[in-house]
């Protein structure tokens, strides 16, 4: 059959047609596949379910700031004891992030998801049972180390994405986290003064028993199947995939450059990826750091009605018994929901500029952004500018977060992608950690020390996106960490888009 086709010549910066994977063997890769089959049914079941995953997590992370007080109140805690309940989710977090990574790795994407999300749903379910003080830590310990997995979902999803729909794809999954938040806290509304927290952290498990169920639909990554010396498995995800978007396979054989050993740590500080390594661990540390600092700190500027008040407010509170405390009411759920709902502006402007601008400047713009909204509150401004500049600070940092999400995972190759992302997610918690002894500790002692620190933190995070070697923007995915960077990166459609081999942006 192949005897009777008739060459075809293209005319140079042509793009080859995605029906021909490979026209010059008889060979093709799973980035070719991929691409070939294009975005269809598949992806946005894939979607739904890659954000049902998501929206748990952010329930979860949600949960903390409503547990928090009622428990405090309840169970009369001290103030270093409700702290510490938070601090043990990410204490579990940052523990497991390396581990589910390297799981995943190993043993496959699938699995490490699959494991992570029962482990949560299981330990969520039970720390509605908590009898005591000391169970209910241990068990939202057991949580946080499940959460620690999630992001994973991340990895399966982008190696099933083409190129052209992998970054606006993983920045709409986002809009999951925003849309979980906002779910909890209508939920805590119904259920908290009726039901009390222990219904509420039973329900807010639930949507994992979903996802836990639907999972099972989930393929292993063909990426991961190939690496891992299995073809037919390979071959048999990809045909399921193009049956169900009604595109046709390449032809030829399957095949991946170099066999090589998955999941280890070293490959991370290989002279190609040392140097995006330290810098994407920082950028990551930053954006957990000033995200949920700023989070704190929202509640603190409210209260005091602004940034001038915060130190009479304090000299006002000293007094108080550690052991004082107030129920959430309507109207804190309220602004609960209102500072949830900032992130969706984050999630849109990113959208519009990560494909524009490219992952490393959006990352940059973002940073930026945030410091300079951190500066101009030193300024004794009115609650509704401080509202503003709060709002537009978060949204800048939580697109900074979304742009993390799609850049890590492309610029890591295969055999180190999940271990990679799981170990700046890990580095991600250690920011989380320190947090809120900057937001709430420090800022009892200097206002605008607490703010310099966030300002100054995301102004080097945003040297560090732009001195990052690669930028991922119009690439594949990389199969093998030995090739040049690049040699097996650019899309099918990258000639037309102006990419060429010569700016493959090897970190040689």
Known sequence: VRTELEPIELEDGAAVPKEFANPTDDTFMVEDAVE??????????LSVITG????????????LSILAPQLHCEWRL???QVALLTSVVFVGMMSSSTLWGNISDQYGRKTGLKISVLWTLYYGILSGFAPVYSWILVLRGLVGFGI???????TLYAEFLPMKARAKCILLIEVFWA????FEVLLAVVVMPTLGWRWLLVLSALPLLLFAVLCFWLPESARYDVLSGNQEKAI???????????????LGKLIISRQEDRGKMRDLFTPHFRWTTLLLWFIWFSNAFSYYGL???????????DVCSISSKRKEVEAKCSLTCEYLTEEDYTDLLWTTLSEFPGVLVTLWIIDRIGRKKTMALSFVVFSLCS????LCVGRNVLTVLLFIARAFISGGFQAAYVYTPEVYPTATRALGLGTCSGMARVGALITPFIAQVMLESSVYLTLVVYSGCCLLAALASCFLPIETKGRGLQESSQREWGQEMVGRGSQSLGVTRSNSGSQE
């Open 36 to 45: 070939a089959i294009g975005f269809g049914k598949f992806q946005w079941k």
């Open 52 to 63: 049902l995953a998501w929206a748990s997590n952010a329930m979860e992370m949600m949960i």
């Open 78 to 80: 001290p103030s270093w």
């Open 148 to 154: 620690g997995g999630v992001p994973q979902s991340v």
């Open 179 to 182: 849309i979980g938040t906002v």
């Open 236 to 250: 048999a995800t990809l045909k399921r995939i193009a049956t169900e978007n009604g595109a046709p396979m390449p």
């Open 295 to 305: 989070v704190l700190l929202t509640t603190e500027f409210f209260q005091a009605g």
């Open 375 to 378: 500066l101009l509150l030193f």
